[in-house]
């Protein structure tokens, strides 16, 4: 048997995915360990949120991708958080920090059996919905991920 071993590579979120008339989406503007599993879900609601405003941005679409930014950038950044913060708890070999951590799962097991409480504000944004609040309203710390 061989065994292929490779790191796992995170770099800072971009602070701009657009210049001018080209941007990015998905991991290309904002990897994140695959801890959360929730890439290619990112770069779904990537597309959505991009395709709503190039449709509304109409004869600008570098306004068009300003917008698409700034509405994806604050969501992008909690869920990439959240997956470090998962990959470092579960990659931890700090036996107090093991314990805690199991016991933090003991805990949510016992609350939700299937986990809701840790990721199913991850899964449950709706971008087509989310394109009808403001920019300011989807950049406000909110309850959802």
């Known amino acids: 048997t061989t065994l292929f071993m490779t790191s796992l590579y995170y770099r800072d979120p971009l602070e701009k995915w657009s210049p001018g008339r080209i941007t990015l989406l998905g991991d290309a503007a904002h990897p994140?360990?695959?801890?959360?599993?929730?890439?290619?879900?990112?770069?779904?609601?990537?597309?959505?949120?991009l395709a709503g405003c190039l449709q509304r941005g109409g004869a600008?679409?570098?306004?068009?991708?300003?917008?698409?930014?700034?509405?994806?950038?604050?969501?992008t950044r909690r869920v990439v958080q959240t997956a470090l913060a998962i990959q470092r708890a579960v990659r931890t070999?700090?036996?107090?920090?093991?314990?805690?951590?199991?016991?933090?799962?003991?805990?949510?097991?016992?609350?939700?059996?299937?986990?809701?409480?840790?990721f199913g504000r991850m899964a449950e944004h709706d971008a087509a919905?989310?394109?009808?609040?403001?920019?300011?309203?989807?950049?406000?710390?909110?309850?959802?991920?």
């Open 60 to 75: 600008d679409p570098a306004a068009a991708l300003v917008e698409y930014e700034r509405r994806r950038l604050p969501r």
């Open 93 to 118: 070999t700090d036996p107090v920090q093991i314990a805690a951590r199991n016991g933090r799962f003991r805990g949510l097991a016992r609350l939700d059996p299937v986990g809701e409480p840790s």
């Open 32 to 49: 994140g360990p695959p801890a959360a599993g929730m890439g290619a879900a990112m770069a779904l609601e990537d597309a959505v949120t």
């Open 129 to 145: 919905a989310a394109l009808e609040l403001s920019v300011e309203e989807v950049s406000r710390p909110a309850r959802q991920l």
